[in-house]
């Protein structure tokens, strides 16, 4: 059974950095896409960042060059490394995996699959 324990959230000011750390157990976070996405109540989850089976990333423009993603498969867990941090990225973050992903024209999309973790809320604070 695939699970997904994400970790790593909690209050922070504007401008500093938070890494969020996503456990799983059930699936090889080194052969599988996994994606971190965020929600606000009310809206649509946004996808964020994903990293490919293959180790490719790929990144929301409202988080290149602040955000990292990387995955350790000694410890089966995915991260997002958080800089400069701003009142917008304030949301519930969730990590996904079992989706499935497409290349074209040098890039890939990743469509979210069915396995969710319970997330971890970030809130930045002015």
């Known amino acids: 059974q695939v699970q997904l324990v994400e970790s790593g959230g909690g209050l922070v000011q504007a401008g500093g950095s938070l890494t969020l750390s996503c456990a799983a157990s059930g699936t090889n976070v080194g052969s599988n896409p996994i994606g971190w996405y965020r929600q606000i109540p009310g809206n649509q989850r946004e996808l964020v960042a994903v990293?490919?089976?293959?180790?490719?990333?790929k990144y929301a423009d409202s988080v290149k060059g602040r955000f990292t993603i990387s995955r350790d498969s000694a410890t089966n867990t995915v991260y997002l490394q958080m800089n400069s941090l701003k009142l917008e990225d304030t949301a519930n973050y969730y990590c996904?995996?079992?989706?499935?992903?497409?290349?074209?024209?040098?890039?890939?999309?990743?469509?979210?699959?069915?396995?969710w973790g319970q997330g971890t809320q970030v809130t930045v604070s002015s």
């Open positions: 990293i490919s089976s293959g180790g490719r990333t």
């Open positions: 996904n995996t079992g989706g499935t992903t497409t290349y074209q024209r040098g890039t890939f999309n990743y469509a979210a699959g069915g396995y």
